[in-house]
């Protein structure tokens, strides 16, 4: 007998359960999660402008988007890793660790041209680290990089204490704050914004965007299928320690400071983003364009937040329960598809014997 459910995987990537010998509902395609979150977005702006003088001015829009841009850049990389079923919670300490190797090695003389390579392969290196301790001695990525959250972030205090440092370059400072001549987009959103379709066309359109799916849908599968798991998995670990390091430069040129504490809880806001843009934590489904939408969402939840007096801690509070809405939303849509699945007919009855 066929069976009743079928798997397919769409050209975005998402994997999603159809009836067999049926088409997709007409309107199937508006009800996946990713777009929801984008009519969640349009929302908030639309809600946002109606209920707060100067939220959609050009000025605070292109604020909120510079706000944005360390948690936009380690998002793309965290994309990647969680469709393969992996995470990275050391990236907010990766950056706490570049800035205190910025602010060090500029007090101590050095030029800022040779500060800024050097600490990217500081966080490859770091990223090295967590992907060794994952693929090679078979640790999940959550406990190993609890771990390196600590460490890195004690490695900073270690290379630079409690101090400040400031007054970096300016040339290098306009590029972290500046707009685009002629635009009100800051220079950081840009470069995301060149890195985003960059990364859109490996995941989804790559057989190496292929392969992380791959991973994350069925990992002995895909060994199976030959795919280089441990290897791929680890150029995904270095690339997040990559991006990390270099959100750090960024971080620290936009703030003019160079703290070990820099970046301290970041990584909430960047994995809530990924799981509200609807990447299955567990691996193997997700969009970039979703991720994109997540990111906007807490970016322009903060900023209304913000222009309306509340505290930090009432913005880590809803950070938080963004996070743990997206994770239990979609499970909750998924059983009850599962439940109504199994409760329907699998078969025409038989007719009765004569």
């Given at each position: 007998m066929a069976p009743d459910v079928t798997t397919a995987e769409p050209a975005?990537?998402?994997?999603?359960p159809a009836p067999a010998g049926h088409?997709?509902?007409?309107?199937?395609?508006?009800?996946?999660?990713?777009?929801l979150v984008g009519v969640l977005l349009v929302?908030?702006?639309l809600g946002g402008?109606?209920?707060?003088?100067?939220?959609?001015?050009i000025d605070n829009l292109s604020f909120a988007l510079g706000d944005l841009g360390e948690i936009a850049l380690i998002a793309l990389a965290m994309t990647m890793l969680v469709v393969a079923a992996e995470v990275d919670l050391s990236v907010a300490s990766v950056l706490g660790l570049s800035s205190a190797l910025v602010g060090a090695l500029w007090d101590a003389g050095w030029a800022?041209?040779?500060?800024?390579?050097?600490?990217?392969?500081?966080g490859a290196v770091c990223g090295l680290v967590n992907g060794l301790l994952v693929t090679r001695l078979g640790l999940p990525s959550l406990?190993?990089?609890?771990?390196t959250l600590a460490l890195y972030r004690g490695l900073a205090y270690v290379v630079l204490g409690d101090r400040a440092i400031a007054e970096f370059p300016q040339q290098y400072a306009d590029l972290a704050v500046g707009d685009v001549p002629g635009t009100p987009i800051p220079y950081p959103v840009m470069l995301f914004v060149v890195l985003a379709a960059v990364t859109g066309v490996v995941l989804h359109a790559t057989g190496f965007g292929r392969s992380l799916f791959a991973i994350g849908a069925q990992q002995e599968a895909a060994l199976f299928a030959g795919i280089r798991v441990k290897r791929i998995k680890l150029i995904l670990f270095v690339l997040s320690g990559t991006v990390a390091a270099f959100a750090g430069v960024v971080y620290t040129l936009r703030y003019g400071s160079a703290r070990a504490d820099n970046g301290a809880g970041l990584e909430l806001a960047v994995i809530a983003a990924v799981l509200l843009g609807g990447v299955d934590f567990d691996g193997g489904k997700g969009t970039l364009g979703g991720v994109i939408a997540g990111v906007l969402l807490i970016g322009l939840l903060r900023n209304l937040l913000m222009l309306n007096d509340v505290s930090t801690e009432i913005q880590s509070i809803v950070t938080g329960l963004l996070l743990i809405i997206s994770v239990i939303t979609p499970r909750l849509v998924?059983?009850?598809?599962?439940?109504?699945?199994?409760?329907?007919?699998?078969?025409?009855?038989?007719p009765p014997e004569s």
């Open positions: 975005d990537g998402v994997w999603a088409g997709r509902r007409p309107f199937g395609r508006f009800l996946r999660w990713d777009v929302l908030v702006f402008s109606a209920g707060s003088p100067g939220f959609a001015s800022i041209e040779t500060i800024i390579p050097l600490v990217i392969v500081v406990a190993v990089t609890i771990g998924a059983a009850v598809g599962q439940r109504r699945r199994s409760a329907s007919p699998t078969s025409s009855p038989a």
